[in-house]
Every structure is written in C-alpha cells, then in structure tokens.
C-alpha cells in the first residue's frame, strides 16, 4: 500500500489544498485502507487506496468549508523547485509552476481532481470513473470543462512565449 | 465527422482513449479544418503545460514514516477478512499443474473446500497484505541464504530450507518472523519483477493436501514437503507462481535434506 503513498499523497494534496489537512486525512484514510482491506478484489492497488483516499478528502471538505486554497510551506516551495536549474532557470521554473499551480487550485474540485487523476497520476477515464465514482461520460466532460477553463487563464501567457 | 463531434473527441484522442478508427476520422478532419486544429493545438498547450508545471506533490519522508509507524502499530489489531472466502474462489487451470512436480512426494489431492482450508488461506492472504502496507515485509534483508536461514534459529523451532533461486529468476530478498492461526512462521521474502512472493512455512499438523487456488486477485500454493508445510501467495500470474514453486522444488530436491540444526 504505501508504494502508492505518492499518489495518494499528490492526489489529497490538490484536493485540500492544504500540507497541514492532507497529511490529518490521508492519515485517518491509510489506517481506514488498512482496516478494510478485505474490501480489496484484487486488481489495481493504487485504485482501491485512490478511492478511499478521495471519499476521505471529500467528507472532510463537506465538513470543513474553506474556499481558499492554503500557501505552500516552505519545505513544500523547496520541494517543487528542482535541484539541477541554474538559478535563472529556476525562477523560470518558479514561475510556471505558480502560475499552472494556481490555476488547476481556483478549478472547483470534481474539475481539479479530473484533471489530477489524469493528467498527473496518467489514470483512464475508466479508472478515474471507478475512482470519483461518476459515469465516464461525466469524467469526459468534466476534463474538458476543466481544461477549457485553464486554457482561458493560462493561454494568453503560453502563446506570448512560443 | 463533422466540427462539434470532432471538438468532444479532441480530449479523448489525446489522452489515448479514442480507437483506431475513430483517431484516424479525427486527424483526417483536422487536417482541412483550420478552426479545430486550432483548437487542438490549444488543449494539447493546456495539457502539456499541465504535464510539465503542475507539481506533483510528493509525500515528505518523515510523513511517510509516521504513516509506516501508525500501521505497524495497527497489525496486532488487525481484523480477518469478514467476507467468506468461499465467494472469492475460483478454479484455476493452474491447480493440476502446480502438482506435477518431480522428485517430491508430495501428497496430491484437489482442493476440498474444508473450513480449515477457508480460513487458513484467509489468514495468509491477511498476512501477504500486511507484509506489503506496513511495509513489514522484511526482519532480515539478505539475498544470502547462510544469513537467512541462520536468522530464524531461536525464534521458531524449525528449520525451513532457505535457497537463493536468483538464476530462475526469483531473487532471495530476506525473511521475517510472521503468525498464522496464532503461531509464529517464518516467511521468506522472494521478489519477481514487481511481484513480492512470500513463503509462510510451518510444521506441517496433519497430512495437508498440495492445493493451488486464488483469492482477491492473488494465487496461493500449497504443500507438505519432509514435515513442513509451505504455503506460497503472491499477486504474480498463476503461471509465474508454478514456475516459482518449480525452480523450489527443483532447488530442493537436488541438495540433501537438512538436519534441523535445533
Ligand atoms: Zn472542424
């Protein structure tokens, strides 16, 4: 199970929007996925965990409202700047990653995890269906919602540029 | 195909989800309409900028260990599968030939469904999850069978053969100390590819018959071999196991019996 900590870990991290609450959630969810793993019918490991670990992130958004997404700590701003950049290089870097990060954050989540599950964890529109639970029809138009509406933030930028 | 169906298959095409046929309508229309090239171009921008700058947030290690610490902590308490096994049984071709293993007598017999068989493979596939999500698959980590088979002495009272079977593609990676039914196992750790096989050997109690069957997407082995009885799982194909279970067979069946050292 916790050779797929990543993905569960990338996967409550956009969901809450927060290091602080998705560390809390994926806690309870990891024991809960240990409690009950006779749930598990074989097959895709990763998807069984996924499953939980977005019922988890879902319930607690039920119960907490927050709107806005929180600032990245500084362990995390470290993390996401990579090592081999020379200095210019990085603040590039920087740059693009802030500007995608905060677009996919201001998505509502069903769009977010849409486009989370797929383009980031590289999962099918079955996989992701059986995941978040909705017909693949809605996972489709989900994704496409969701990208149309980062083409229109991110766009302008990425055209200027090429 | 005309423009509106083209837009709704875009999406689909590039995410790889679109066959054959109707990839190559696609990219036929494509090719004469400027409008949806555009807008092709467009989200294959948008997601590729999603690809290369979205963050892929990595679980911190020290997260990792607190979550490693929380589920060790979980395994005395952890509960037996309350669905019956039964349900999760299905034939498998690999039954009859996992028993046609030479120079081992091994007592044959197809799978009876007796309770005891139920609950037994129940527990060992409990122990098999166990070993893989608290990450307690290994006490001893070892490819060197003179350091793994040593390792058990004082803590069970038998001896289990120990064999790197490396060159048939099985590496030795350890073993560790595990409980079924309420007595302590050894469990050797072998690795194919990405597929963890753990070996659960205990002294064999009644003449058990060698059965192969598979449950919740794993397939189990078992036999009685000089007074032990091995029971292997592993979520590798049934014809990976039996090819395992071989090269066990073959391994031991060319190398004189132990003596239990205890
Ligand atoms: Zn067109």
Redesign the interface.
Known sequence: MLVHLDSAYNLARWLLRSEHDAQDVLQEACLRAFRSFDTFRGGDGRCWLLAIVRNACCSWLERNHRDVPVPLTEDELDQLVSEGDDPQGQLIRQADVDQVRTAIDALPAGFREAIVLRDLEGLSYKEISGITGVPIGTVMSRLARGRKRLEERLLPGLLKEA | MNCMQTR?LI??QL?G?LDLMASLELKRHVECCLACAQVQE??Q???S????????????EQ??D???A??RR?IPH??????PWRT?LRPLAVAAAVLLVAGLALDMALHSYRSSSHTLAREVV?AH?RS????HLLDVRSSNQHTVKPWFNGKIDFAPEVRDLADAGFPLEGGRLDYLDGHAVAALVYRHNLHVINCFVWPARDAEPAVASGA???TLVRFTDRGLTWCIIS?AAPATLEEFTRALHANAATTVPAKTPN
Not at chain 2, 49 to 60: E, G, K, L, R
Not at chain 2, 132 to 135: G, S
């Open positions: 709704e999406g689909p995410d989800e467009r989200l921008a948008v997601r900028a999603v690809t290369a700058s979205a963050p892929y947030y990595q679980a911190p997260f990792g607190q979550i490693r929380a589920l979980e952890a509960p037996a599968p309350r669905r999760f409990a999850v893989l999500m608290a990450d919740q997407g794993y979520d």
